[in-house]
């Protein structure tokens, strides 16, 4: 059975008019990485106030994550009794509707897709010319690589800034999107290492809050985006409002400047709490 085929949890309640859309990124943010964490997470409280006040506030929640969708399903099973109302995925490359309890393939984020020319050939031969050139790039585990997303590590070194440079300019050749993240070692990536990926040049996080915000036909401001790493700042510069949860990265931190007073779930609802 695949993943698609797979029940879900019930989503939340769908409102009638939608006012406020929420995204959150998924690893360490909605979900602790570490299963000993599974009580700090908050997400029976923040499920329970989706759930009773969705329709009065209008919130539409979702997940925007880095991690594929075989691995949110598993990292989310024995976490949440609730689905959210859209899922988007493998960096912002793959987007879902859910529909009582089903994953819905959005058609006209995948029209975006198949006009943009991505393939994996033309990266693959990106990524055997920036070898050849002896750039360190790691090939990172499947549940970072999706149909459209190619994921590397490339550990700190004095050459990182031409190293970038050249990666940057061969992507812009190819007309791939590169995206450059210092690794947050508390989702499980490696330290001194950055995430070097490779994505359609309509996709990111970025790309997937802009997209909501066509589909939904709301403004930039009624966008709230929440995450834990540097991976989502680019959501939070699209998003009317971006925030840190408690247990943030403290280079995000540092980079950022600012985070919420508590961790996971209970930092996004203590800003939902606060809508009109």
Aim: glycine residues 6%.
């Amino acid at each position: 059975m695949t993943i698609l085929n797979k029940d879900w949890p019930v989503e939340f309640p769908f409102p009638t008019v939608i006012r406020t859309v929420v995204c959150s990124d998924l690893d360490e943010t909605y979900i602790p990485s570490d299963s000993d964490k599974k009580k700090l997470s908050g997400i029976v409280q923040l499920e329970s106030y989706i759930t009773s006040h969705a329709e009065k506030k209008g919130i539409l929640a979702g997940w925007i994550t880095g991690t594929n969708l075989d691995s949110a399903w598993r990292k989310s099973r024995g976490y949440i009794s609730r689905s959210p109302h859209f899922i988007c995925c493998s960096l912002g490359t793959e987007f879902y509707w859910v529909k009582n309890g089903r994953l819905i393939p959005s058609e006209t984020w995948a029209e975006r897709i198949s006009r943009s020319g991505y393939s994996r050939q033309n990266v693959n031969c990106l990524v055997k010319i920036l070898m050849e050139k002896e750039i360190p790039l790691l090939k990172q585990p499947e549940d970072y690589q999706g149909p459209f997303k190619v994921s590397y590590y490339y550990p700190e070194s004095p050459s990182i800034a031409s190293d970038f440079a050249t990666i940057q300019e061969l992507a812009d050749e190819r007309r791939i999107r590169v995206v450059f993240t210092r690794c947050n070692p508390a989702t499980g990536d490696p330290s001194g290492c950055y995430d070097v990926e490779f994505i359609p040049l309509c996709c990111g996080k970025d790309q997937a809050v802009s997209f909501l915000m066509e589909e939904t036909g709301l403004p930039k401001e009624a966008i709230i985006a929440f995450g834990d790493s540097a991976n989502d700042f680019a959501m939070f510069a699209q998003a009317g409002s971006g925030y840190l949860v408690g247990n943030a990265d403290p280079f995000a931190v540092s980079q950022y400047g600012n985070r919420l007073n508590s961790a996971y779930c209970h930092g996004i609802l203590s800003v939902l709490k606060e809508l009109q």
